[in-house]
């Protein structure tokens, strides 16, 4: 008896990610930084409607992110900014493969303790 059989499966197609899957990967790295009291959404007005907390463009097959963030008040800025970006950019880049160029991070408002 031969054994002829493929030794691996051989892949065929393609893959392709959604930015739908983007955002939410990006959404959960960006909550999980100490200093992130939650992501919020853009004020919109009546010439500017209001943007998601987080939005994903393709540019030259590379993905840039922008996340908008509610902080714990006593945190420091840039260093939970920096963070959230390092986050963002680890965690899309190891669970998708995608190529993330840039992470803007827009702190929004401060969240006080009451």
């Known amino acids: 008896m031969s054994n002829d059989y493929p030794k691996k499966a051989v892949v065929s197609g393609e893959v392709k990610i ?8 990006a959404g959960v790295a960006a909550a999980e930084v100490e200093g992130v009291a939650e992501l919020t959404e853009s004020k919109g007005s009546l010439l500017k409607p209001a943007q998601a907390p987080v939005s994903v463009s393709v540019v030259n097959d590379m993905v840039e992110i922008t996340v908008r963030l509610v902080l714990t008040s006593g945190c ?11 986050n963002i950019k680890d965690n899309v880049q190891s669970m998708t493969g995608v190529i993330v160029s840039k992470v803007h991070v827009i702190a ?3 969240a006080f303790d009451d």
Request: aromatic letters at 0%; glycine letters at 0%; zero cysteines.
């Open 76 to 86: 420091r800025l840039t260093t939970v900014s920096e963070q959230v970006q390092k």
């Open 108 to 110: 929004s408002d401060i």
């Open 18 to 25: 959604s930015e739908n899957v983007i955002r939410s990967i």
